[in-house]
């Protein structure tokens, strides 16, 4: 018989987020081994209870994620309107409560899962952070069912500053939020740690406390590779597609870096978050600036697949690594990456068509490295096989494997 699990996964469809986009590729084939329900968001209104691929899906909606959903589809403009008030309705929440704005969620994790254990045992939940709200859920089913929980830490919750801009309690709540995710870890069955735990505060007591835990890359880069064919033009393209955060990633260093007309280079844009007026403003009197706002991920794929070169704006903080990294270096195409002092990452040293250009101080000192760059590299691949020989841990098979054992593992 078949292991029943279920999956605490946040935003995985119709917009999946890059850790839906990671728990989507770790899972994949997974229906042959495991009965599987997946609990997330509901971004579209669509029916509650699905099933797609021999999965199942439970999708959490609440009133005002209901409105916004329905606002978004109305029209571009209302869609507008309906995020910045949820923004708005999310800092209310987070300046006054503990579980920040996803405490619909985890309700709605506790809920379901109840019922999924009377109608078959749950034999483990595999809960992804972001959300936070996730795996304090399965840490709670493991209070109240007896349910084994598996971490799988892609962003550290604790260290986030950004979550708590404007709070109230905001010393006794980060202190709320380091406890209990120490506590939550030191409760799980094991813990699957992203690279970028490694800088967290919280992580010394992980290792102190022998805190039971492997340190994991994104499940990210896989044995085929996209092989869709370059748009070749008179232009060099060049893509940049992610969202842009208040103190997590900002995109001052790229608009500085493309202020000025760039002759036989074209930038595209498909963004989210924080400052998309912004960069609508600045791009806008642009000729070689292309900016798409948010878009679906197909068609921001579409448009990666086709450029030259691709563009990786690097977060401000070291324990924050982007995933898009590693779907980057799948497409072994070159990278121009835009780095924090702060955060430089290693993980570049080992690709060997990278040029790092840094996101504070005067980077038109690099325009001539860029072009030398761009025009020798353009048409340019890494083999996928040296890709995979370098970035094994990041593969989705060998993520798939640990985590299997783990599953299956007896205590």
């Known amino acids: 018989m078949k292991k029943h699990l279920v999956i605490f996964a946040g935003d995985i469809y119709p917009n999946p987020s890059p850790n839906g986009v990671c728990i989507k590729n770790l899972i994949s ?45 109305k029209s571009a403009f209302t869609g507008k309107i309906a995020d910045k008030l949820m923004r708005v309705w999310r800092g209310v929440k987070t300046s006054l409560l503990w579980l920040r704005y996803d405490s619909y969620y985890y309700k709605g994790c506790l809920r379901e899962t ?5 109608e078959k045992r749950v034999d483990c939940i595999i809960a992804a952070c972001y959300p936070f709200s996730a795996i304090y859920a399965a840490f709670v089913c493991k209070q109240k069912y007896n349910i084994d929980y598996i971490t799988y830490i892609l962003d550290v919750y604790s260290n986030a500053g950004n979550l708590r801009k404007f709070c109230f309690f905001k010393n006794l709540y ?55 064919a370059q748009e070749k033009g008179e232009k060099i393209n060049l893509f940049y597609g992610g969202t842009f955060v208040k103190g997590v990633r900002e995109p001052f260093g790229l608009m500085n870096f493309f202020s000025e007309t760039i002759p036989d280079i074209k930038l595209t844009l498909c963004t989210t978050g924080d400052y998309q007026e912004i960069i609508y403003n600045w791009a806008k009197d642009l000729p070689n600036v292309e900016f798409l706002g948010t878009v679906d ?12 070169i691709l563009i990786n704006v690097s977060n401000l903080n070291a324990h924050q690594i982007p995933s898009k990294i590693f779907e980057y270096f799948q497409s072994g195409k070159p990278v121009i990456n835009f780095y924090s002092e702060a955060s430089f990452n290693k993980l570049f040293d080992k690709y060997p068509l990278v040029l790092h250009i840094p996101q504070d101080g005067n980077n038109q000192e690099f325009l001539r490295e860029f072009y030398i760059f761009c025009n020798t590299y353009k048409h340019s691949r890494v083999p996928l096989q040296d890709v995979l020989d370098s970035y094994k841990e990041y593969s989705v098979e060998y993520l798939k494997g640990i985590f299997i054992e783990e599953i299956n593992r007896q205590e």
């Open 29 to 73: 084939g997974w229906q042959d081994v495991f009965d599987i329900t997946i609990i997330a968001y509901n971004q579209d209104n669509g029916p509650k209870y699905r099933t797609d691929n021999g999965i199942n899906y439970i999708y959490i909606n609440s009133l005002s994620t209901y409105i916004q959903n329905a606002m978004r589809k």
């Open 114 to 118: 109840a019922k999924l254990n009377k």
């Open 174 to 228: 980060e202190r709320k939020d380091r406890n209990q995710e120490l506590n939550i870890l030191k409760n799980a069955k094991t813990n699957f740690l992203s690279e970028g735990f490694l800088n967290a505060d919280v992580y010394k007591d992980v290792t102190e406390e022998k805190i039971k835990h492997k340190i994991v890359g994104f499940p990210i880069i896989r044995n085929k590779r996209n092989d869709s």
């Open 297 to 308: 991920r197909a068609t921001a794929e579409e448009r990666k697949n086709k450029s030259d």
